[in-house]
């Protein structure tokens, strides 16, 4: 096979896989300001038809979404500034030689990864610690994992020279020192990666805010989501007439997918902005030694 051959085989498959990962999101934001009749009938498969943003309206009347979206932001920024204060200096200091009791501590990270408490013994720890109720039950619990402190690692290991450590330390530096205006200064790639797959688990969460969280004042967006879901369901339930019922019906066909793109648009906005911290690190990170 040819260079040129190869060439064009490359770009349209690549072509193909584009276009199969954009269709679902154009879908889904044409259908969310389209007729909910063109949609349950076929005639809008990719651009908007008869557009409406009746959806959106009934989205955004509820005082509910605001206060999820305050919550949600709340708890991604705390729950990923957490995730580094915890995760860098963990991965770093596993990463140089000197580390005494490496290979122990590195095995103790590793069964983590194999074996779990279970949810039970979990909600016990997290209601003795008096963290029900509050925002570090979906915080502290899943602050950082084996994963994650297995890729930092790695990058520290093969982007932190041991050179320039060691000239730091003929300067009079602390480990400290190093790791703050040496280290960090050079990680932002890795940093980029384990902030943005931590704060996306944090924006996503559910099951941890359904178990630990009674106070609809403290719940994220996604449970709002889903209440909002649920009580369209049950409204529907109950309705005897039927023009009633079919207009509640494409209401509710506009709200599903508008909800679809209120709880994905921030991430969306967030990530062509670390897009090139994010493909270095996740390359480099992902080497082993």
Not at 265 to 280: E, K, N, S
């Amino acid at each position: 096979m040819s260079d040129k051959t190869f060439n064009v085989l490359n770009k349209t498959f690549l072509i193909i896989i584009v276009g199969l990962i954009l269709y679902p999101l154009v879908f889904v934001v044409s259908a969310s300001i389209s007729d909910p009749t063109a949609v349950s009938s076929g005639k809008m498969w990719l651009w908007p038809v008869d557009i409406t943003f009746a959806g959106y309206e009934r989205i955004f009347q509820s005082e509910e979404i605001w206060l999820g979206y305050k919550n949600t932001i709340i708890y991604t920024l705390v729950g990923t500034a957490l995730h580094l204060f915890v995760l860098l200096p963990c991965a770093y200091a596993l990463s140089r030689k000197e580390l005494m009791a490496k290979k122990f501590i590195l095995w103790f990270i590793l069964i983590t990864m194999l074996f779990n408490g279970g949810l039970i013994p979990t909600f016990l720890v997290v209601k003795s610690l008096g963290m029900l109720n509050t925002m570090w039950a979906l915080v502290i619990p899943n602050v950082v994992g084996a994963w994650s402190i297995l890729v930092a690692r790695s990058f520290f290991s093969s982007t932190i020279p041991d050179q320039l450590v060691e000239a730091s330390k003929i300067d009079g530096a602390s480990d400290i020192i190093i790791f703050v205006r040496v280290v960090l200064p050079l990680s932002l790639p890795i940093i980029a990666v384990m902030a943005l797959f931590h704060a996306v688990g944090l924006w996503n969460q559910y099951f941890n805010a359904l178990i630990y969280l009674s106070d609809k004042n403290l719940y994220p967006l996604q449970l709002f989501l889903r209440e909002l879901l649920v009580v369209d369901q049950m409204e529907l339930m109950e309705t005897d007439q039927v023009e009633s019922l079919i207009d509640q019906v494409q209401t509710s066909q506009l709200i599903k997918y508008g909800l679809i793109i209120v709880s994905t648009l921030p991430l969306l906005i967030v990530y062509p902005f670390l897009q090139r911290f994010f493909v270095q690190g996740v390359l480099i990170g992902s080497i082993k030694e």
